[in-house]
């Protein structure tokens, strides 16, 4: 995960703090969690979301969409197990 933070954009690093501060004191995922986080970060949900689907295009084989010269995004091919 090292090189995904590194290249992480700074609002997916604060979705990520956010979440694990919320879990210093709510340690599942349910309705008081997540109303911590947004009171943490009030973007929290967007944040989150964003970061769901750049971690799924990441994982699918695609490239760093904020990297410079970023080939254009191709559809992702399904991938043998
Ligand atoms: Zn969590």
New binding site residues.
Partial sequence: MDGVFREAPEAFLRMIVA??L??LKERG?DRA?YQLCHHIEPDYAALEFAVRAWLCWMESGGTNPWAQDAPAPQAPGLRSA
Avoid: I, L, V
Wanted: charged content about 15%; aromatic content about 16%; hydrophobic content about 35%.
């Fill in positions: 979440h694990e919320a879990h995922h969690f």
